[in-house]
């Protein structure tokens, strides 16, 4: 009896024994089958290029103000705004009557010298001969001389006003100082016009080529600076006169693309204390004189950024106002990571300005599976583009690994 009792006990352990130990395999096998594999790239650097956009307005190469030289009634307008006109071409006329006059007071008032001049000079030949035989004193025709002089001297002073008188009756035509196109014209006939008010009769554009002016940021006009020096900011580079050769186009109000690109070749040389902007100048071709001045559209520059973090944007994801990745530790566990988004860069991608840097290691998809602390099996990330997947050489046969890069390489 006593012998039946002790086999039953140890059969009650045995079977304890084995529930344990089923329910430890059951247990491991569970917890294998919950490390999953999910797509991972490493963080690298690279150039990119990235394009930015600013408010532009156009402006003529030469904006005149047509202003008369001399005061009177408009009396007369020789075109029409938006006309183009040539280099001295006629534009308005101010009545010329009191300038008329003037002149032929003048010219009135040089003849009369010129009489004064012969007869001083009469004078001087008379007594020439009455001197010699001593009829009259030496002093005499000195006397005489001297006022041959001085009416030579008021002949040419009256000549000049004959010649000053013309000029003020040729600014009663005004003349286009270059060829261009006419403006808005803010005078009408019989109004009174003079050098001194406050806004021009209308304004000449010239406009064969034209300016687009556009303001940036600070760090965006340094980054300029330092391609025009090879990478370095020079303090002593003329920054007034920037010449970066950096193309740029330009779109019109209506969304079309100017067909010509525009080269920056100017600054302001001021910041803006307001804005903390810096005003920037391109100059364009226009050919077919598509652009007016007073034109505003779109600017667009694109440049080539080094040294740049690039990830790919579905790496991300937003938790309230902040952006985070799931990144890996080097024993393959999720942790989540707060980044800085920089712009959106080509191929679906972000420039990380803080948060990341070379060589961690994120997950690319399956973000909502992955847990923090979850230890993952890492797969590589094939990109949507050409570009060379990230691998880990310990996860997979380097064979393989060679093959497919031989056959993007071929692409």
């Known amino acids: 009896m006593k012998i039946s009792f002790f086999k039953a006990i140890s059969f009650g352990l045995l079977c304890s024994l084995s529930i344990t130990t089923s329910c430890s395999f059951f247990s491991n096998k569970d917890q294998a089958e919950n490390t999953i594999a999910l797509p991972v790239v490493e963080v690298d650097t690279g150039t990119v290029e990235l394009t930015e956009t600013f408010l532009g307005t156009v402006r003529g190469k030469t904006n005149i103000d047509v202003r008369p030289q001399v005061s009177g009634e408009l009396v007369q307008a020789f075109v029409d705004e938006g006309d183009r006109v040539e280099k ?16 032929n007071q003048a010219i009135a008032n040089k003849n009369e010298q010129e009489v004064m ?50 000029i003020q009756l040729g600014y009663t035509t005004l003349k286009a100082p270059v060829s261009g196109y006419i403006g808005q014209i803010n005078k009408r006939i019989g109004n009174l016009v003079s050098s001194g008010d406050d806004e021009p009769i209308t304004t000449l554009t010239d406009v064969d080529e034209v300016y687009v002016y556009f303001s940036i940021s600070e ?42 690109q525009g080269v920056i070749d100017a600054s302001s040389g001021q910041v803006n204390e307001n804005t903390g902007s810096i005003m920037m100048r391109a100059t364009f071709p226009n050919e ?25 944007s579905k790496a991300t994801y937003e938790l309230q106002t902040e952006t985070f990745v799931k990144m890996l530790t ?16 080509p191929n679906n991608r972000y420039t990380i300005v803080g948060g990341l840097q070379k060589g961690d290691r994120i997950l690319v998809e399956g973000l909502e599976q992955a847990t923090d602390s979850m230890k993952i099996k890492p797969l590589p990330y094939q990109a949507d583009t050409l570009e060379r997947p990230k691998v880990f050489p310990e996860d997979y046969d380097s064979s393989v690994q060679d093959s497919d890069a031989t056959a993007i390489d071929s692409l």
Do not use: C
């Not at 008021?154 to 008188?165: D, P, S, T």
């Not at 001045?293 to 440049?303: A, R, V």
């Open 288 to 312: 077919g004189n598509m652009l007016r001045s007073g034109n505003t559209g779109t600017l667009i520059m694109t440049k080539k950024n080094h040294g740049e973090i690039l990830i790919p």
């Open 219 to 260: 760090s965006n006009f340094y980054s300029l600076l330092k391609e025009e020096n090879g990478g370095l900011t020079d303090p002593t580079s003329d920054a007034e006169h920037i010449d970066t050769d950096q193309t740029v186009s330009f779109t019109l109000p209506d969304g079309t693309l100017y067909p010509y």
């Open 88 to 103: 001295g071409e006629k534009l308005f006329k101010v009545n010329p009557q009191t300038f008329q006059q003037n002149l």
């Open 117 to 166: 001049v012969e007869s001083a000079n009469m004078e001087v030949e008379r007594l020439k001969p009455l001197v010699e035989h001593e009829v009259y004193a030496p002093i005499r025709i000195e006397t005489e001389r001297k006022k041959y002089e001085i009416a030579q001297a008021n002949l040419e002073q009256a000549k000049a006003e004959v010649e000053n008188a013309k």
């Open 330 to 345: 080097p024993d393959n566990r999720v942790v989540r990571q707060s980044i800085q988004v920089g712009t959106e860069a």
